[in-house]
């Protein structure tokens, strides 16, 4: 008896089905970002190396004309030389010695003093009661001597000294009685620099007469 050979087409285990590959998106991502990175890199290194090579040209490039007085197209290190060239070295000197002696006088404008205008402030700021006997100058400090119809005098014009942004401080001293019943005093004032700056004295009369 043949024994019946059986057979099937159906296959026992499941078929394992293979999966696309994925495209690593990331990768490409990072790829092209440091190619554009380079390339602006690229750019940037070569504009600043373009930009050198113009300025070194504009300033070696070479005179077209050996005329000492034109520079006309000169680049400007010739530009320079030949401006250099054509200045009268004598009559350089000579600004030389004028700016320092135009120096030297402003210097001395600043040191010197004056009271021209403390005098003139000083005229009307005086009562009329009040007269004045003796006057000495040292630095930014005037001594006085006076005589006053009383001592009611001296207080108000004590309030006007204080009242003057010029006088730094004031002192009535040794205040006595003459044989005609006034007061004799003596008066020490202490006057602000700048009252006494002959320069500030100059740029105030200067902006009245403008």
């Known amino acids: 008896m043949d024994r019946e050979i059986k057979t099937s087409f159906i296959p026992k285990q499941p078929a394992v089905k293979s999966r696309p590959a994925t495209k ?14 380079l390339v602006v890199a690229g750019l940037f290194y070569g504009g600043i190396f373009g930009y050198q090579s113009i300025l070194a040209s504009q300033i ?10 034109n520079i006309d197209g000169c680049g400007l290190k010739e530009s320079i030389e030949k401006v250099s060239n054509s200045i009268d070295q004598n009559l350089l000197v000579r ?12 210097m001395l404008v600043g040191r010197h003093v004056t009271i021209n205008g403390f005098l003139n402030d000083l005229s009307g700021n005086v009562l009329h009661t009040i007269r004045f006997t003796n006057f000495e100058f040292k630095g930014d400090e005037i001594l006085m001597a006076g005589v ?24 009535f001293s040794d205040l006595n009685l003459d044989d005609e019943g006034k007061v004799v005093f003596n008066l020490s004032l202490s006057l602000d620099p700048e009252t006494t700056s002959y320069d500030s004295y100059l740029n105030t009369n200067s902006l009245e007469n403008i």
């Open 24 to 37: 690593r998106e990331g990768g490409g991502l990072f790829f092209v970002g440091s190619i554009f990175l």
């Open 60 to 69: 070696n490039r070479s005179c077209p004309s050996d005329d000492p007085r």
């Open 95 to 106: 600004f030389k010695r004028v700016d320092a002696k135009l120096n030297a006088a402003d």
């Open 148 to 171: 006053a119809e009383g001592y009611d005098d001296i207080a108000l014009q004590s309030d006007v000294f204080a009242e003057d942004r010029g006088v730094l401080g004031f002192i």
